[in-house]
């Protein structure tokens, strides 16, 4: 039986690896957060690894707050850093992969081609140093995979998708930029090829390649494309425009193009990708199903 880790548990893409795990039988999960496993803490996190002896890890904590990293960079690289070092240290000498998630980010977003894994990393701000950090500390451990994700959203938490439509809903019109480029990604897709690396390597289909990973879904689109197609599929009267990033002064530089390159994943892993107006389709569906009290299977 495999032992499988996932910490960030109570977030986007831990809580959709807790909805998948009902389909991984004969797997033994364990799902923390910080109320039940602080990652911050070398201490607790050794202890909590010599009980449970996991074969994988999937790291999904993160401090995520853009902007308030600019004033909290110690916080950050607490958190998206020196936690993930914890981590590596306590698996160190164990039966044990790594997935850590990363992000677009680090890319720094200033070219205007697809980034592969290969790029020199260009980090704009505090946060997507702190989160490359990571990735350093991840990938000292010779069993590890980073996976670098962008525009992650879901039915669960707080995310672009879900303030859309709940502004969409009360305004006549929303204001959004257009001069910010990339691909959006649903964390329960994210989630599905997670566990397909992870099954695909534990039943031997698949080799376990460390290194660094691309992964969004398919298309590329502007953050108003995406707003535009968010209320056209809810059905919403809002009207979206266009604005540039100039409108709205943030204390974080945002990548004005982050559209990723996929190639190595997909080829490694035999990994499909939807596009991500289908899987923006699928998420509505399923938070209308949720408002009803209802049970959605994708």
Not at 39 to 45: E, G, K, Q, S
Not at 163 to 172: P, R, T, V, W
Not at 239 to 255: D, E, G, H, M, N
Request: aromatic fraction near 12%.
């Amino acid at each position: 039986m495999a032992a499988i880790l996932v910490t960030g548990a109570n977030g986007q893409l831990g809580n959709e690896l807790r909805n998948l795990s009902n389909q991984f039988y004969g797997y033994d999960f364990a799902f923390t957060d910080i109320d039940t496993l602080d990652i911050t803490n070398a201490v607790a996190v050794k202890n909590f690894i010599e009980t449970f002896n996991p074969n994988w890890v999937i790291n999904c904590a993160a401090y995520n707050y853009v902007d308030k990293a600019e004033s909290e960079p110690e916080t950050a690289m607490l958190i998206n850093s020196t936690a993930v070092k914890n981590l590596t240290e306590a698996i160190n000498g164990l039966d044990c992969k790594l997935i850590h998630i990363s992000t677009d980010y680090v890319y720094g977003g200033t070219s205007n081609t697809p980034c592969t894994e290969d790029a020199v990393p260009d980090p704009q701000c505090i946060y997507a140093a702190s989160k490359l950090a990571g990735e350093k500390q991840a990938l000292s451990f010779p069993e590890s995979i980073v996976i670098r994700t962008s525009w992650l959203y879901s039915t669960y938490g707080h995310n672009f998708v879900k303030s859309i439509l709940k502004n969409g809903a009360e305004k006549e019109f929303l204001e959004v930029v257009f001069d910010q480029t990339g691909t959006p990604t649903y964390a329960a897709d994210l989630a599905q090829a997670i566990m397909k690396i992870v099954s695909g390597v534990i039943r031997n289909q698949f080799v376990f390649k460390a290194g660094i990973y691309n992964y969004s879904n398919e298309g590329v689109c502007s953050w108003f494309d995406f707003a535009t197609e968010i209320v056209k599929e809810a059905g919403l009267k809002c009207r979206i425009l266009p604005v540039t990033s100039q409108k709205f002064i943030q204390a974080a530089k945002r990548p004005s193009y982050s559209v990723m390159d996929k190639t190595r994943i997909k080829e490694d892993f035999d990994i499909e990708i939807p596009h991500w107006r289908t899987s923006l389709t699928e998420c509505i569906k399923a938070l209308n199903y949720a408002e009803r009290g209802e049970n959605f299977i994708i």
